[in-house]
């Protein structure tokens, strides 16, 4: 009688689509009670359709339900679980097609709990207790349930494997480490667990830092990520900005030349007009002149004639045409031809800008760094042409061979003042911004106690002065100076002996976004001499220090 009152218990509390106690119980609108995964499982199939049903009364919901726990209906299979059900095994605790078989257990099987790896049997909880108990059995190794038991069993002597050959990298029973094993390196199988499982430990220690040191990583592009947005925005705003304000400036330069003209043209067309009406004034008073002299010639009486031609009045200064210079139809034409004048150097400004922009949009690099080159053709990949810029050079460097060779002589030259020039030291800078990746070479070529200096350098480097203006002798530049002998790499006065062939060719590698500056010695071979990383935050110039004549 109680078996049948536990029957009806389990199928009132049961859910009706996995069929076992209800597991975080729900309660549907219609009032059918489901395991809480099973009933949102059953509607996830029924999601293309867009409608969700009661498996046992069918009666439809929209929208989807959203399922709360019924708190009471799960303190009753609580209850139910600790008293009636607690000597009957449900029937989750049976063994399945996927679960391991107690060894001990008759009729239907239950799962096992643990395994033994000493009696090479599993067991389910009742059949384990034993083991736990039993002083004996306790000191046998018990492991989660496993079906791969009879792989610990030696197939040519039917004993336990446990021990292992580190010559033939397997485990073994004991008889193998007397017979066919007898001169190999064998060790416990424990022992053997024991190393593995310390360099199993070191490798997680390995993995896990790269884990944390990728997350890391990510983290990092994920805020240059925001960082590039945010940056690009304010670009964009920025340049709409400024490209609004040279439009305003030349709507506001063309509303100031069309009221300019207009002024213009009002004052010649008002001076024209009034030596117009003076003209014609002039032209009225002469026709009427005119007129009396006519009728006094026509005068018949002698007397008459003679009495009335004093009394004829001058002629006023005559305003003749004649005088009027009339230019050629060009009156405000040179307007327009300093206007269209105007627009082509803006076009040629706007072209070689656009070129430039775009090149400096186009070298943004947000990614890690490109790896270094590491054969000279590599390097030739990012070949720069340095030209030389004589506006820069010192007084005592000559320029030659296309502005690309330096040489320092004893007299002066004779160049222009120029306020980019350097004044107190022998130095060069090339034409020509740096930005992105470049690479050239510089040859050099040395007098007895000379010195070269292969510099690169932020354009706004003092020109005058003491070694505030001379390369590596500041925080604006980064020098590598050779006396035939040996290298010197100075950055703001800080001086470090470079190890490396001295040659007569130096070579420079600039990664810009990334911040790597390197210095190489060429030859047959190229040899890294001294490697800057940092940050650049100018477009940088190649520069050379010539320090003895010739």
């Known amino acids: 009688m109680a078996q049948q009152d536990d029957q009806l218990d389990r199928e009132r509390f049961s859910c009706s689509i996995c ?44 929208p989807r339900p959203v399922l709360v726990k019924n708190t009471m209906l799960a303190d009753l299979v609580e209850e139910l679980k600790k008293t009636r059900l607690k000597d009957a095994p449900a029937d989750h605790c049976y ?4 679960d391991v078989d107690c060894d001990v257990c008759t009729g239907r099987k239950l799962k096992a709990l643990k395994s033994c790896l000493n009696c090479l049997a599993s067991y389910c909880e009742k059949h384990l207790q034993p083991h736990l108990q039993s002083a004996p059995l306790k000191k046998h190794k018990l492991v989660e349930p496993s079906q791969k038991l009879q792989e610990n069993i030696c197939s040519r002597h ?3 494997m446990k021990m292992f050959c580190r010559t033939d990298q397997q485990c073994i029973c004991y008889l193998c480490s007397m017979d066919e094993h007898k001169d190999h390196d064998t ?3 424990a022992a053997e667990r024991t190393e593995r499982q310390r360099e199993l430990g070191l490798r997680r220690q390995t993995i896990q830092q790269r884990v944390q040191d990728t997350e890391k990583d990510v983290k990092l592009l994920q805020q240059e990520k925001k960082d590039v947005n945010g940056s690009a925005d304010k670009a964009v705003e920025d340049s709409e900005e400024i490209f609004s304000e040279l439009i305003h400036l030349l ?9 300019q003209i207009n002024s213009q043209q009002e004052t010649e067309v008002s001076r024209v007009r009034e030596l117009q009406e003076r003209l014609e004034q002039e032209i009225t008073e002469l026709k009427r002149k005119d007129h009396e002299l006519k009728q006094l010639s026509d005068t018949e009486d002698h007397n008459q004639f003679l009495h009335n031609y004093p009394s004829l009045s001058p002629l006023s200064e005559s305003t003749h045409s004649s005088s009027i210079r009339i230019r050629p139809l060009r009156y405000f034409e040179d307007v327009t031809a300093a206007v269209s004048q105007v627009r082509g150097q803006l076009q040629d400004i706007l072209s070689g800008t656009e070129t430039e922009i775009l090149q400096i949009v186009s070298q943004v690099d947000v990614l890690l760094p490109q790896p270094e080159p590491e054969t000279r053709a590599d390097f030739f990949k990012y070949s720069q042409e340095i030209t030389l810029d004589p506006n820069t050079a010192h ?18 030259q004779s160049y222009s003042n120029h306020p980019d020039r350097f004044t107190n030291w022998p130095q060069v800078l090339n034409r020509e911004s740096l930005t992105g990746r470049c690479y050239w070479e510089s040859e050099v070529g040395l007098g007895v106690g000379g010195e070269v200096g292969v510099a690169v350098t932020y354009k706004n480097i003092s020109r005058a002065g003491g070694s505030e203006c001379l390369f590596g002798y500041n925080d604006k530049s980064w020098s590598l100076y050779c006396d035939g002998n040996s290298y010197i790499f100075c950055y703001n006065s800080i001086k470090t002996p470079v190890s490396g062939p001295v040659t007569s ?16 010695s060429v030859s047959d071979t190229m040899t890294l001499l001294h490697r800057v990383q940092t940050t650049f935050t100018q477009p940088l110039h190649a520069g050379a220090r010539v320090s003895w004549c010739g």
Request: charged residues 25%; neutral net charge.
């Open 505 to 520: 060719r130096v070579g420079v590698y600039l990664d810009h976004s990334a911040g790597v500056l390197s210095f190489y």
């Open 251 to 259: 709507e506001k330069r063309s509303s100031d030349v069309k009221q």
């Open 95 to 98: 063994a399945g097609p996927e």
């Open 395 to 412: 007084r005592r460097l000559l320029l030659s061979e296309g502005n690309r060779k330096a040489t320092c002589m004893c007299t002066e």
């Open 187 to 189: 060790v416990s199988a």
């Open 158 to 160: 039917d004993e336990v």
């Open 19 to 62: 069929l076992d106690l209800l597991k975080d119980p729900v309660t549907t609108g219609c009032g059918h009670s489901y395991c809480k995964s099973c009933i949102n499982t059953h509607w996830d199939k029924g999601e293309e359709r867009g409608s969700y049903s009661c498996p046992q009364c069918r009666q439809a919901f929209t």
